[in-house]
């Protein structure tokens, strides 16, 4: 389900330093979530993506982990840039059949240079 | 390559005016439509979405409504505003389940 009731958790790093971002899902169907990246006032935009039968996807510094026992995504970020700061959203289908996704409640990425 | 236009960017409406924020997609047919939308320092809520032409999913019972009158264009209307209707308003598209969202700009939405 969606979790936009809920105010954004915040992360403060030093700029050099690794992130890590963390997302929670409770249905065991969902099979294919994705990251986004939201700057202030700004449409998200794709990260990177990973499907259920994967467990770890890597893109350009940014590298997925999903484990489905306890249900939990991450995304983390190596050697975070001041540009990196923004609002990081995690997405999902809930189900293996419906088409709609639904959205975590998000969490506010701040770099300290 | 696939665009999506959603406009205006900013919009400020009296209570109790109507509203219609318009989404249209390019480069590819029969897309997933979906509106979102951003409530300030909070995540985003789906609205409704749409597999097809006139085919509309209303996730959240509220002042709202969606119309699909052609394959790539989606509305978001609204026959009177209320104060709560503020918000950060998404539209996006996928071209199918299980893929990747492509969202548009956004329109800022303020009811006074």
């Known amino acids: 389900g969606e979790s936009v009731g809920l105010h954004l958790p915040t992360l403060s790093v030093q700029e050099g330093d690794n992130s890590i971002i963390n997302c929670a899902y409770s249905n065991s169907a969902s099979d294919y979530f994705i990251w986004y990246k939201q700057e202030s006032g700004k449409g998200p935009q794709f990260i990177i993506d990973i499907r259920s039968n994967m467990d770890k996807r890597q893109g350009q510094r940014v590298t997925v982990l999903l484990n489905k026992t306890v249900k939990h995504l991450s995304l983390q970020i190596a050697a975070t840039q001041p540009g990196d700061s923004a609002v990081y959203l995690c997405?999902?289908?809930?189900?293996?059949?419906?088409?709609?996704?639904?959205f975590g409640t998000g969490t506010s990425l701040t770099v300290i240079p | 390559s696939q665009t999506i236009h959603q406009w205006p960017a900013t919009l400020v409406q009296p209570v109790g005016s109507p509203l219609s924020l318009e989404c249209t997609v390019e480069?590819?047919?029969?897309?997933?439509l979906y509106w979102y939308r951003q409530a300030a320092g909070r995540g985003l809520q789906l609205l409704f979405y749409s597999v097809g032409i006139g085919q509309i999913s209303s996730e959240v019972p509220q002042n709202l409504s969606a119309s699909r009158p052609q394959d790539r264009q989606f509305i978001l209307s609204s026959k009177k505003l209320l104060l709560s209707d503020s918000g950060f308003y998404l539209c996006?598209?996928?071209?199918?389940?299980?893929?990747?969202?492509?969202f548009g700009q956004g329109t800022r939405l303020t009811v006074v």
């Open positions: 996006a598209w996928t071209i199918g389940r299980g893929t990747e969202a492509f």
């Open positions: 480069g590819t047919s029969n897309p997933n």
């Open positions: 997405a999902g289908y809930p189900s293996n059949t419906g088409n709609q996704f639904y």
